[in-house]
């Protein structure tokens, strides 16, 4: 099938769709730059399909399977994906701006470079994640899970970090300036000696002796979370 032909099959609708992926699992789609544009592809599989440099403003991927595919340069913006799986997917440099993320698996997922500003990613999955460079202005990350996140010199100014979950993530060199950010005591998880922490609503990481630095000035903070 062409690339038009996967277009066409996908806007027939997630029956027709998901009776022809069943057929071809080997098949990776291709919609490269393809006009979906508040198009409705709640539960849609579309595992390991090239979207890169798709028009998805404002679509509705509610509940997709997306994971391992590439969303590279596309324009997710208004999109809603929340509990979407998006494990191990290419979001670089992609436009996700007021994005719905909540509930979503993003682990492993790439949005190093991404627009991020005023996403909703509450209670979503970042672990091991790649989110250096990416803005984060305005995002809501409330009770979402970034342990092992990579944040190095991400722009997470007035970002909301409550009760997020941030064990082994790197922020280097990020913006944290005006973000929500509190940070408890740690705390044994099991008994391996593993140890987890939780942000709530601060202005700004102080340094403590359980190992947690804060680097900031005025002019932005500075963040290394080491793992325990």
Request: with cysteine.
């Amino acid at each position: 099938m062409t690339q038009t032909d996967h277009v066409s099959l996908l806007r027939q609708g997630k029956a027709a769709w998901g009776a022809w992926r069943e057929a071809n699992p080997s098949i990776h789609p291709d919609l490269r730059e393809a006009n979906l544009n508040g198009a409705n592809l709640a539960g849609a599989l579309l595992r390991g399909a090239d979207l890169g440099k798709a028009n998805l403003n404002r679509a509705n991927l509610t509940d997709a399977i997306l994971a391992d595919c590439n969303f590279s340069g596309a324009d997710l913006s208004g999109a809603n994906l929340s509990r979407a799986n998006l494990g191990r997917a290419i979001l670089r440099d992609a436009n996700l701006s007021r994005a719905n993320f909540s509930e979503a698996n993003l682990s492993a997922a790439d949005l190093g470079g991404s627009n991020l500003s005023l996403a909703n990613f509450t209670g979503a999955t970042l672990s091991d994640a790649d989110l250096s460079g990416a803005s984060l202005s305005g995002a809501l990350l409330r009770g979402a899970n970034l342990g092992g996140a990579m944040l190095g010199a991400a722009n997470l100014s007035g970002a909301n970090l409550s009760r997020a979950y941030l064990s082994g993530s790197v922020l280097e060199g990020a913006n944290l300036r005006g973000a929500g950010w509190r940070v408890r005591r740690a705390r044994r998880a099991d008994r391996r000696g593993s140890f987890r922490r939780r942000a709530g609503s601060c202005s700004r990481l102080r340094q403590r002796s359980s190992g947690l630095y804060s680097l900031g000035s005025r002019r932005g903070t500075q963040a290394v979370i080491p793992s325990w």
